[in-house]
T-cell receptor, first 115, second 114 residues
Framework: EPEVTQTPSHQVTQMGQEVILRCVPISNHLYFYWYRQILGQKVEFLVSFYNNEISEKSEIFDDQFSVERPDGSNFTLKIRSTKLEDSAMYFC?????????????FGPGTRLTVT | AQKVTQAQTEISVVEKEDVTLDCVYE???????LFWYKQPPSGELVFLIR??????QNEISGRYSWNFQKSTSSFNFTITASQVVDSAVYFCALGAAAGNKLTFGGGTRVLVKP
């Protein structure tokens, strides 16, 4: 069964460093998302992406964040200058637009630790 | 604005007991979708069930069943005859029209003891 994959599974970085989190959505999906979950808290929406542009973003998604679909398969989240409070689990999700059901399929997550 | 509330933070049961998880939502959209996701200790988010706002028929799928009541904006989820493998955090989520983000509740941790 097709699945969303994410790399790396765990990333440790120093405050102020740039990180890129990578995702490979399900191949025939057209909507892509990033969410984050601070340890022990709820899952929060960051950004949605469709047709090579951001369709919606949350207040969390400020200028230090960016997303890109550099080729036909990868979907990346870049954090330019990481802060301690960026430590969280980051989930990528994708959805097939034409499907009647609207569930988003989530990847296994990347745990980001900022020290 | 959308909001999802899961009032129960943690539920502990003994194996084979039934578990019902409460979810209350707020939205101004007339068409929306409700979901339950499971997050086991390994951390991934697993889709369980979906319900559309225009279909209030309640269903059963294996050991899972759900009760959607539009009049009270509730979307409760029941695990029948719980098993230790059901131990996880369960999230209720709300999505509006196609392509939109999911708004998650705070989650309910379910602990099933043998």
């Amino acid at each position: 069964e097709p699945e969303v994959t994410q790399t790396p599974s765990h990333q440790v970085t120093q405050m102020g460093q740039e990180v890129i989190l990578r995702c490979v959505p399900i191949s025939n999906h057209l909507y892509f998302y990033w969410y984050r979950q601070i340890l022990g808290q709820k899952v929060e929406f960051l950004v949605s992406f469709y047709n090579n542009e951001i369709s919606e973003k949350s207040e969390i998604f400020d200028d230090q964040f960016s997303v890109e679909r550099p080729d036909g398969s990868n979907f990346t989240l870049k954090i330019r200058s990481t802060k301690l409070e960026d430590s969280a689990m980051y989930f990528c999700a994708s959805r097939q637009r034409l499907q009647v059901s609207y569930e988003q399929y989530f990847g296994p997550g990347t745990r980001l630790t900022v020290t | 604005a959308q909001k999802v509330t899961q009032a129960q933070t943690e539920i502990s049961v003994v194996e084979k007991e039934d578990v019902t998880l409460d979810c209350v939502y707020e939205t101004r959209d007339t068409t929306y979708y409700l979901f339950w996701y499971k997050q086991p200790p390994s951390g991934e988010l697993v889709f369980l069930i979906r319900r559309n706002s225009f279909d209030e028929q309640n269903e059963i799928s294996g050991r899972y069943s759900w009760n959607f009541q539009k009049s009270t904006s509730s979307f409760n989820f029941t695990i029948t005859a719980s098993q230790v493998v059901d131990s996880a955090v369960y999230f209720c989520a709300l999505g509006a029209a196609a392509g939109n983000k999911l708004t998650f509740g705070g989650g309910t941790r379910v602990l099933v003891k043998p």
